[in-house]
């Protein structure tokens, strides 16, 4: 790994716990307004047969000094420099709403590059071609606090403190906007596995719409409705877990695909 890779994966990504030499590793891509902390309780659930990494976006937590990407796809290249070119670990990418889009761009670099990802879990988030006019960004900060709100995947405790939103609030609206502004770019279909997750009562993605990601593979794909809305995955965590780690089993050790 070169030094300047060395110094981007500093910057982007978090590691938790220890793993098991040699363990398949899942790249988690946050959603909206989160960060790397929130795939903590997947890390720990995992560990050590997985080795858990979670991308740190600009513009909060040790990087709230920094300004927020502007789009999509600058998160996935900036995720993409992170990685080593040189590391052969069978890597998964588990991407989360917005993190769902980042996930799906990086997919596309990998694979542009020669390092297509194992399995691509694409989680509470539409296809990109299911289009819907989304003006959240353009609103005042109350409408963006309510919309958080009506998601329920934020601690409540949080809207009290006036100063903790002030802090938050530039980077959850740059969230939106790279969500609500998004556009795929012309290219090829992936040929990667995709395997998508979605909550029966998510009301920003119905589960119609979440089986559209198959028009964006050639690959294998598979579609998983839980209980929920749109973070099920906090309430389901058990289940989201299993289903990840029957999928990770079918990896080959160094192979890069799923068999």
Request: glycine share 8%; net charge negative.
């Amino acid at each position: 790994m070169t030094d300047r890779s060395s110094a981007a994966r500093r910057l982007w990504l978090r590691g938790f716990h220890q793993a098991t030499p040699g363990a398949p590793r899942l790249l988690f891509l946050p959603h909206a307004g989160g960060s790397a902390s929130f795939c903590f309780p997947v890390s720990k659930a995992l560990s050590p047969a997985v080795d858990v990494l979670a991308a740190q976006y600009p513009g909060r937590q040790d990087r709230l000094a920094e300004t927020p990407a502007e789009s999509v796809q600058e998160l996935a290249q900036g995720v993409f420099r992170a990685l080593d070119e040189e590391d052969d670990t069978p890597l998964a990418l588990f991407g989360h709403s917005m993190g769902a889009l980042v996930g799906f761009e990086l997919a596309r670099l990998l694979e542009s590059a020669g390092r297509p990802p194992a399995v691509v879990f694409l989680s509470g988030r539409r296809g990109p071609s299911v289009h819907r006019i989304e003006t959240v960004h353009k609103g005042g900060d109350a409408r963006l606090i309510d919309e958080v709100r009506k998601l329920e995947g934020t601690d409540t405790a949080l809207f009290q403190d006036k100063e903790l939103l002030e802090m938050i609030l530039p980077a959850l609206r740059a969230d939106y906007r790279a969500v609500e502004t998004y556009q795929r770019a012309p290219g090829p279909r992936s040929k990667c596995p995709f395997v998508v997750l979605t909550g029966d009562a998510d009301p920003r993605v119905t589960p119609d719409e979440a089986r559209t990601w198959d028009q964006e593979t050639d690959g294998p794909f598979e579609l998983h409705v839980y209980p929920g809305g749109h973070f099920y995955l906090v309430a389901q965590q058990q289940a989201v877990v299993a289903r990840i780690e029957a999928t990770l089993r079918r990896l080959g050790p160094g192979s890069g695909a799923v068999a």
